[in-house]
């Protein structure tokens, strides 16, 4: 569904439910964002910057906490989740949703309205680009987005996916509106930003519980350092998530440890010593790529982006600030350039 539609749908059924009205403004420069939304309140108009959304996740919390500050602004979102809305009232942001539920404070004026439901919701068709295989290749192309323009066969070879599904995944791409055509032989990928978020939330949903090894007891007085030096420091291990986030940003102290290996389960428990416990702490996950990173302070982490991902989705406002740590640092030039 397009901003268009989602904020057209929000206003018309605003209207309905309470009486009040809505126009919305599209930008006519960039500076605008997504436009404005003026609202008709009893003995006064205002205007509003407007930030529209699809479902919003909660590690896009920061990004729209940081547009909303300092300025009249109104959050419009095809679907909001009673946490989100929750988190976003205790910021004191304005929403509302396509059904015409709504948070606004403003002086004296409070509207809140909720409960509403929209009707029946499009059903989407499964992009192979958004499938198990197709989100390991749609990380590599985040990471290097040159390898849209080699061989399949190669794609195939760095990311464990059949090659017979590489031409199938850029199709879903294509068709995602992720993909602008150069020439006949060459493309790049757009709306970068976009695409980031979506492959998060796949990862969240689908790729990373695939992935799942299983959890295990954290030896006593384990410490980022002497767990790598347990499991071992090689290119086969890799630290995710907040022990990683650690040794990137110092601004951390990890409470569940996030760990990608290619080692089985037998070979954790007989070769690294480590003890089973589903509420464990130790969380190993399948490492799901070939390319190996820099050694960072004597570690072997995974790929900021990997890390910024594990971070956003445990919706911990701890994580989450250092997530937005590693994006500014690490990965905002490369994916709001364009």
Do not use: S
């Not at 404070?105 to 499964?126: C, F, M, P, S, W």
């Amino acid at each position: 569904m397009d901003e268009q539609e989602i904020i057209e749908t929000a206003l018309a059924n605003l209207k309905e439910h309470t009486g009040i009205k809505g126009k919305f403004i599209p930008p006519t420069d960039r500076h605008m964002g997504d436009g404005e939304v003026e609202l008709g309140l009893v003995e006064t108009r205002q205007r509003l910057a407007v930030e529209i959304k699809g479902e919003v996740k909660p590690y896009q919390l920061p990004n729209i906490i940081k547009k909303a500050t300092g300025k009249p602004f109104l959050l419009v979102a095809q679907k909001l989740y009673g946490a989100t809305k929750a988190a976003l009232r205790e910021k004191k942001i304005n929403y509302l949703d396509m059904a015409g539920n709504i948070y606004y404070k403003h002086g004296v004026y409070l509207i809140q309205v909720d409960g509403n439901k929209t009707g029946d919701e499009r059903k989407v068709a499964t992009n192979r680009a958004f499938t198990k295989t197709g989100l390991k290749t749609v990380f590599y192309f985040l990471l290097d987005e040159h390898a849209l323009n080699k061989p399949y066969r190669e794609t195939a070879l760095m990311t464990g996916v059949a090659l017979g599904n590489i031409g199938k995944i850029v199709e879903g791409l294509k068709e995602a509106g992720f993909i602008l055509q150069m020439t006949d032989r060459t493309c790049m990928l757009k709306n970068k930003k976009g695409l980031l978020d979506r492959w998060i939330a796949g990862y969240r949903e689908t790729l990373k519980p695939n992935l799942h090894i299983g959890n295990f007891k954290l030896p006593p007085e384990t410490t980022t350092a002497n767990l790598q030096d347990r499991i071992g420091r090689h290119v086969k291990n890799a630290l995710g998530g907040e022990p990683a986030a650690e040794i990137m940003t110092g601004h951390l102290r990890p409470e569940i440890y996030t760990f990608y290996t290619e080692l089985t389960k037998p070979e954790l428990i007989q070769d690294a010593r480590l003890i089973p416990d589903p509420n464990g702490k130790l969380q190993v996950f399948k490492k799901f790529w070939k390319t190996d990173y820099p050694v960072t302070m004597g570690a072997y982490i995974a790929h900021p982006l990997l890390i910024y991902a594990d971070l956003v989705i445990t919706d911990d406002p701890r994580c989450i600030e250092t997530a937005q740590i590693i994006y500014d640092q690490y990965l905002k030039y490369e994916f709001e350039q364009r």
